[in-house]
């Protein structure tokens, strides 16, 4: 599929497309006529890409790490520096805190809204 239906099939600007590549994150197809040609599989990796980034890694860490989330690296070395690795789990330590913190405001919107049905009967 060329650009304009990879954007609009995976939710991802033909701009932030385009970047992705530019970064080495995926590596589309190409038309005879030189045009982008996006399989079902760079879809896929697109999506996990953007799971990536909206989680706060950097694309530096995503491009190590994406290999490693297809079952091996590209170049056929594990993903295994114990820098990179206390780098992944310090976003995922992040991450996991972001969670808390919005289940946190979730709990105290539907204490809210209990509140508000049980005021309004």
């Keep these: ?22 970064e080495g994150l995926i590596v589309p197809g190409r ?11 760079t879809i896929d990796r697109v999506l996990v890409i953007r799971t990536l ?3 706060g890694l950097p694309v530096r860490l995503i491009r190590e790490i994406l290999p490693g989330l297809n079952g091996g690296s590209d170049d056929g070395t594990p993903v295994s520096c114990t820098e990179f690795l206390r780098e992944v789990r310090s976003y995922r330590d992040r991450l996991a805190t972001r969670v ?3 289940r946190d405001q979730q709990a105290a919107l539907d204490a809210y809204l209990e509140q508000a049905r049980t005021a309004g009967r």
């Design 1 to 22: 599929m060329k650009i304009g239906e990879a954007s609009r099939v995976s939710g991802v600007s033909a701009r932030s497309l385009r970047h992705y590549e530019d």
């Design 31 to 41: 038309f005879g006529n030189g045009f982008r040609d996006y399989c079902q599989s």
């Design 53 to 55: 980034l909206e989680s």
């Design 100 to 102: 808390t913190v919005l």
